[in-house]
C-alpha cells in the first residue's frame, strides 16, 4: 500500500511541474554491485561477497521547481549481481536437517538485469564558474528484466577413516524464482560542466530494500541477500527538450511504477 500512495504523490508532482522548464538526455556508465546483509540463522551458513562489473545507462528527464532544486525521473537498464563464496554448515536430506561435519563450499556467480526507473531529488550545492556541484537523492523499482546463476562446489562426506570424499557438484539457473522487483534507495553527487554542449559526471549509490531468496545448490536453502550498486555514469542533455516528450517519458515511467506497485501489494496480500 506505501508503494501506491508514493505513485500517486508522484503522480501529483508530475502534473504540478507540468508547466515548469524541463529537460531530457541519456546516461552512460558502469556499475560496480554485490550483495549484502544475509538473512537467518548465521550458523547455517557464512557468505564471503565479491563484485561484478557491469553496463547501466539509459534516459532520463528533469523538471525544475526553481533555480536550485528539480525532480528527475529516469528509465535505465542496470546489470547488478555478484560473486559468492557460500560455506554452508547444514543439509537437508529426504526432509531431514543435517550437520555437516565439514561445511560445504559453494562458489556462486549471480548475474541479474534490471529495467530501473530512479525518481530523484536533484539540489545544486555549489557553483564555480561553469560548474555545478550537485546532491542526488531518491528512490527506484527495479524490473529484473533477466537473470543467471552458476554454482560450482564441493561436499565432504566422512568416509570412516577420519577423511572425508569430496563430491564436485555444479548447478546453474535463470533465477526464474528470485524477485521480479526489487525497490532501492539512491543517493549520490554529480558535477555539471556548463559547456555549449552540457556534460555532468555522476556517482550514485543504489542499496536495495528488499531481500532477494537467492538458489545456491539443490539440497540447500535459498540465501536471502540485497543488491547494492555504485555506479559512475556521464550524462549528457538534449537542448531544446519538447515538453510533450517529456511528459511522455514521465509517465510511462510512473505506469510501470503503479503497475509494479500494484503487483507487488497484490503478492503481500496472499
Do not use: C
Not at 556462486?108 to 550537485?134: F, G, H, R, S
Not at 519538447?242 to 511522455?248: I, Q, Y
Amino acid at each position: 500500500m506505501r508503494y501506491l500512495i508514493i505513485i500517486i504523490l508522484l503522480f501529483s508532482m508530475t502534473y504540478a511541474s507540468a508547466q515548469a522548464p524541463a529537460s531530457w538526455g541519456a546516461k552512460l556508465g558502469m556499475n560496480l554491485s554485490q550483495h549484502y546483509g544475509t538473512k537467518g540463522d548465521e550458523g547455517d551458513y557464512q557468505v564471503k561477497t565479491g563484485l561484478r562489473p557491469g553496463f547501466i545507462g539509459g534516459l532520463y528527464v528533469d523538471f525544475a521547481a526553481n533555480d536550485n532544486l528539480s525532480l528527475g525521473f529516469e528509465a535505465l537498464y542496470s546489470m547488478k549481481g555478484s560473486r559468492e563464496q557460500i560455506t554452508i554448515s547444514k543439509m537437508e536430506l529426504d526432509g531431514v536437517v543435517e550437520e555437516l561435519e565439514r561445511p560445504a563450499v559453494m562458489d556462486v556467480k549471480y548475474y541479474m538485469d534490471y529495467l530501473e526507473i530512479p525518481v530523484l531529488l536533484k539540489l545544486k550545492t555549489l557553483k564555480i564558474k561553469n560548474m555545478e556541484m550537485v546532491a542526488i537523492v531518491g528512490t527506484a523499482m527495479g524490473l529484473k528484466l533477466k537473470g543467471y546463476h552458476e554454482l560450482e562446489g564441493r561436499v565432504y562426506f566422512p568416509d570412516g577413516d577420519g577423511e572425508y570424499s569430496e563430491i564436485p557438484i555444479w548447478e546453474e539457473s535463470r533465477l526464474s524464482d528470485v524477485n521480479m522487483f526489487d525497490f532501492s534507495f539512491v543517493y549520490g553527487g554529480a558535477l555539471n560542466l556548463m559547456a555549449s554542449y552540457p556534460l555532468s559526471l555522476e556517482y550514485r549509490f543504489t542499496l536495495g530494500w528488499d531481500y532477494l531468496y537467492l538458489p545456491t545448490y539443490q539440497f540447500f536453502e535459498p540465501v536471502a541477500l540485497r543488491n547494492q550498486a555504485w555506479s559512475v555514469l556521464l550524462t549528457t542533455t538534449f537542448l531544446g527538450a519538447n515538453m510533450k516528450l517529456s511528459l511522455s517519458l514521465i509517465l510511462i515511467i510512473l505506469s510501470i511504477n503503479l503497475f509494479a506497485a500494484g503487483f507487488r501489494t497484490s503478492l503481500d496480500l496472499r
